[in-house]
DNA sequence: AGTGCAACACCGCATTGCAGAGTAGTGAAA
DNA sequence: TTTCACTACTCTGCAATGCGGTGTTGCACT
């Protein structure tokens, strides 16, 4: 059990993970960099814990692959990449969240037009 | 703490209640039938007792109003319609909901555009 | 009549994600 | 030194989702 895809079901509650590898396909960055990143985009209310464990769960399911990188101007970062897997749920992920948002806002809209398909 | 008002946190992942209220705007109808409508409209794979979850919290919350109708051809249906708060509930959630989407699609766009305005 | 099935409602349990709060360590500023 | 901004991570609680199960009422078959 430990394919990166997300089950769509899972979605439905995941849609940080969509968040994170998104920002992680832009660039490799590390849990505090990734909150800072998410909020700056929208995301304000993102938890810091959420996104380490959101992380993690990636990181486990073999969507990321890491690194540490020592500072020499505080405490080591831990980089987060994305791999092919990675990339691949994400594309995957992406995918589902476009039907998921458009059958939402189809529904949200749905109310004012005239015939239905 | 009975409100009917979702707080941010809560739509990442109660898109369901967000669909739920939409399809009962449309109109009136029951767990069964609400089922079915969600599904017709691509949310194909939400699982029938989280809908009865769901309308039994809108419903505590204040959101709905049911009324049984007897049914010559089954069982009794319970109706389920949107009140005044409701709608409010509704038209809050769908905001949150054009935000998170708005931040979310941006995020997934991001990589080859430009420059956002 | 009896059996079975479809439409319908609902519950309990286990899993899982999200967030809050707390721990810990580093380097720089006060 | 105390404090603070960074940085990582864990524990714990809560709420939502889904699965499988239960029960009811008519209808179609046999």
Redesign the interface.
Known sequence: MNQAEVD??QL?????D??VL??L??ADSYGYDVVRRLRE???D?VGDASVYGTLRRLYQAGALNSYVVPSDEGPHRKYYGLNNRGRKALDQS?QT?V??????????N??SNGHGK
């Open positions: 769509p079901t439905l509650k995941g849609v940080l969509l968040a998104a920002v396909a832009e985009n929208g995301l209310h992406a969240w039907s998921l948002s458009k059958a939402l806002n189809h529904l949200l749905g109310r």
